[in-house]
């Protein structure tokens, strides 16, 4: 079994800066990707960012000139730089990875547990 631990979330202003990290634990032979997701209220959970073990990136369309994600691969960890925030980043924020526990075996989806971001005067 896989653990991701997320931490970071908090109370911002609006245009303010915040840095949410992941870090993944347990049974891990590779991880393939690891990305971040939120869930605003009365919104589904959408896809904020990506990253792949060969360092390809991918962004939503809303914050792809403010967030930056990036990924600390000798300590399973994963990072979102959130910059120049707004009231509509308010959200759920989960951590996920897509993870290969053993050479043959498969891989497989993991969820942290989320961390709130609220961005408010």
């Known amino acids: 079994q896989v653990q991701l631990v997320e931490s970071g979330g908090g109370l911002v202003r609006p245009g303010g800066s915040l840095r949410l990290s992941c870090a993944a634990s347990g049974r891990i032979f590779s991880i393939y990707a690891m990305g971040w997701y939120r869930e605003a209220p009365g919104k589904l959970r959408e896809l904020v960012a990506s990253?792949?073990?060969?360092?390809?990136?991918n962004f939503a369309d809303s914050v792809r000139d403010r967030f930056t994600i990036s990924s600390d691969n000798a300590k399973n960890t994963v990072y979102l730089q959130m910059n120049s925030l707004k009231p509509e980043d308010t959200a759920v924020y989960y951590c996920?990875?897509?993870?290969?526990?053993?050479?043959?075996?498969?891989?497989?989806?993991?969820w942290g547990q989320g961390t709130q971001v609220t961005v408010s005067t």
């Open positions: 990253i792949t073990s060969a360092d390809s990136t």
């Open positions: 996920n990875a897509a993870v290969q526990g053993t050479p043959v075996g498969p891989v497989v989806r993991y």
